[in-house]
C-alpha cells in the first residue's frame, strides 16, 4: 500500500518507521521540512541502533529508508495514500481540520485514521463528508518496539473500515485490539490513572521519583515507570489528557498542581531535556532540582 503518516515527531516517524519495515510505501509529512528532516533522521538512527543490536540488518535498514519519502506538501503526500494516518498535536481542533482537509485530497475509498490518544474518533470522525471511513489506530511509544496498537471504533465506523486497521495492524507486526470510542479508550485511561497518582505521591512527598518508578518496573515489571514514562510521552501531553479526561469523567482526573507547574515553566520531559527527570541525549542523568533530596545515597 501507499501510507501517508501526518506529523514527523515522536509517534509519526515511529508509525513511519514501522508502517515502511512493513514493505509498504511511506510519505512522512510536517509543515516544516526541518520536522520532516528530524523525522527521517530518528528513523535512521532507530534502524542503525537495531542494526548494532543484530535486531535489522543493515540491508533491511537501507531497504526501509528507501521506501520512506518525506514533503511539507498536503496534496503530496495524501494525494495517492491508500491510507492516511495523522499523528498531529492532540488538539481537537487540528485533528478535525486535518481530517477535512485530507478528505478533499483523497480518493472515495482511502481510510483516514488518527493516532489520538484519548480524544473522541466521533468527533475527530464528524469533520468528515462520510465518517465511516475513519478509525483510531493508537499507538505506543516507543513505535518500533510496543506491540499494542489500540483501535478505536468511531460511532459512525463500519465494519469494513474496521477490518481494514485490523489487517493493516496485523500486516506491520503489530497486536490489535478493538475498543469503543470512550473517554480515553482503554489505555489511556488505565495508563493515565497511574501516572496521575504517581505524581500525586510526588506531590505528598511519599517518595523520590525513582523510587516510585522502581517499584512499579520491580514490584509490578512494568518496563518503565510511571513518572518516567510521563516524561517520556510529555508532561504538556499528561496535562491534555487530564484535562480531557476530567472534563469527561469527573474529579479523580483532576491535574496535580506541579504537574501543571511544571508545564508551565516550559519542563516537558524527555524533548525539553528536564521533567520529573534530567535528560541528555535521550538518557535520564538526573533528578530535577527539586526532588535531589528525596534520591538519599541511591544516587
Given at each position: 500500500?501507499?501510507?501517508?503518516?501526518?506529523?514527523?515527531g515522536t509517534m509519526g516517524h515511529g508509525i513511519a518507521q514501522v508502517t515502511a519495515m512493513a514493505g509498504h510505501e511511506v510519505t512522512?509529512?510536517?509543515?516544516?521540512?526541518?520536522?520532516?528532516?528530524?523525522?527521517?533522521?530518528?528513523?535512521?538512527?532507530?534502524?542503525?541502533?537495531?542494526?548494532?543490536?543484530?535486531?535489522?540488518?543493515?540491508?533491511?535498514?537501507?531497504?526501509?529508508?528507501?521506501r520512506i519519502s518525506g514533503t511539507t506538501d498536503l496534496e503530496t503526500a495524501v494525494g495517492d495514500a491508500d491510507m492516511v494516518v495523522?499523528?498531529?498535536?492532540?488538539?481537537?481542533?487540528?485533528?478535525?481540520?486535518?481530517?477535512?482537509?485530507?478528505?478533499?485530497?483523497?480518493?472515495?475509498?482511502?481510510?483516514?485514521?488518527?493516532?489520538?490518544?484519548?480524544?473522541?474518533?466521533?468527533?475527530?470522525?464528524?469533520?468528515?463528508?462520510?465518517?465511516?471511513?475513519?478509525?483510531?489506530?493508537?499507538?505506543?511509544?516507543?513505535?518500533?518496539?510496543?506491540?499494542?496498537?489500540?483501535?478505536?471504533?468511531?460511532?459512525?465506523?463500519?465494519?469494513?473500515?474496521?477490518?481494514?486497521?485490523?489487517?493493516?495492524?496485523?500486516?506491520?507486526?503489530?497486536?490489535?485490539?478493538?475498543?469503543?470510542?470512550?473517554?480515553?479508550?482503554?489505555?489511556?485511561?488505565?495508563?493515565?490513572?497511574?501516572?496521575?497518582?504517581?505524581?500525586?505521591?510526588?506531590?505528598?512527598?511519599?517518595?523520590?521519583?525513582?523510587?516510585?518508578?522502581?517499584?512499579?518496573?520491580?514490584?509490578?515489571?512494568?518496563?518503565?515507570?510511571?513518572?518516567?514514562?510521563?516524561?517520556?510521552?510529555?508532561?504538556?501531553?499528561?496535562?491534555?489528557?487530564?484535562?480531557?479526561?476530567?472534563?469527561?469523567?469527573?474529579?479523580r482526573f483532576r491535574p496535580p498542581q506541579i504537574l501543571r507547574q511544571k508545564v508551565r515553566a516550559g519542563k516537558l520531559g524527555k524533548?525539553?531535556?528536564?521533567?520529573?527527570?534530567?535528560?541528555?541525549?535521550?538518557?535520564?542523568?538526573?533528578?530535577?532540582?527539586?526532588?535531589?533530596?528525596?534520591?538519599?545515597?541511591?544516587?
Amino acid at each position: 500500500m501507499k501510507v501517508a503518516v501526518l506529523g514527523a515527531g515522536t509517534m509519526g516517524h515511529g508509525i513511519a518507521q514501522v508502517t515502511a519495515m512493513a514493505g509498504h510505501e511511506v510519505t512522512l509529512r510536517d509543515i516544516e521540512q526541518e520536522f520532516v528532516d528530524n523525522g527521517i533522521e530518528s528513523i535512521s538512527a532507530n534502524l542503525q541502533g537495531g542494526v548494532e543490536r543484530d535486531k535489522v540488518t543493515a540491508e533491511e535498514k537501507q531497504a526501509t529508508l528507501d521506501r520512506i519519502s518525506g514533503t511539507t506538501d498536503l496534496e503530496t503526500a495524501v494525494g495517492d495514500a491508500d491510507m492516511v494516518v495523522e499523528a498531529v498535536p492532540e488538539e481537537m481542533d487540528i485533528k478535525r481540520t486535518t481530517f477535512s482537509d485530507v478528505e478533499a485530497l483523497v480518493s472515495d475509498d482511502t481510510i483516514i485514521g488518527s493516532n489520538t490518544s484519548s480524544l473522541s474518533l466521533t468527533e475527530i470522525a464528524s469533520a468528515l463528508d462520510n465518517p465511516s471511513r475513519a478509525v483510531g489506530l493508537h499507538f505506543f511509544n516507543p513505535v518500533h518496539i510496543m506491540k499494542l496498537v489500540e483501535i478505536v471504533v468511531p460511532e459512525q465506523a463500519d465494519r469494513e473500515t474496521v477490518k481494514f486497521a485490523d489487517e493493516f495492524v496485523e500486516d506491520i507486526g503489530k497486536v490489535g485490539v478493538e475498543v469503543r470510542d470512550s473517554p480515553g479508550f482503554a489505555s489511556s485511561r488505565l495508563g493515565v490513572s497511574l501516572g496521575v497518582e504517581a505524581i500525586r505521591m510526588l506531590q505528598e512527598g511519599v517518595a523520590s521519583p525513582r523510587d516510585i518508578d522502581a517499584a512499579m518496573e520491580l514490584g509490578y515489571n512494568h518496563p518503565m515507570g510511571p513518572i518516567e514514562l510521563g516524561d517520556v510521552v510529555g508532561l504538556d501531553v499528561r496535562l491534555d489528557i487530564l484535562e480531557h479526561l476530567r472534563e469527561e469523567l469527573g474529579e479523580r482526573f483532576r491535574p496535580p498542581q506541579i504537574l501543571r507547574q511544571k508545564v508551565r515553566a516550559g519542563k516537558l520531559g524527555k524533548k525539553t531535556g528536564e521533567g520529573f527527570y534530567v535528560w541528555e541525549d535521550g538518557e535520564i542523568v538526573g533528578v530535577s532540582g527539586e526532588y535531589d533530596q528525596n534520591e538519599g545515597d541511591g544516587e
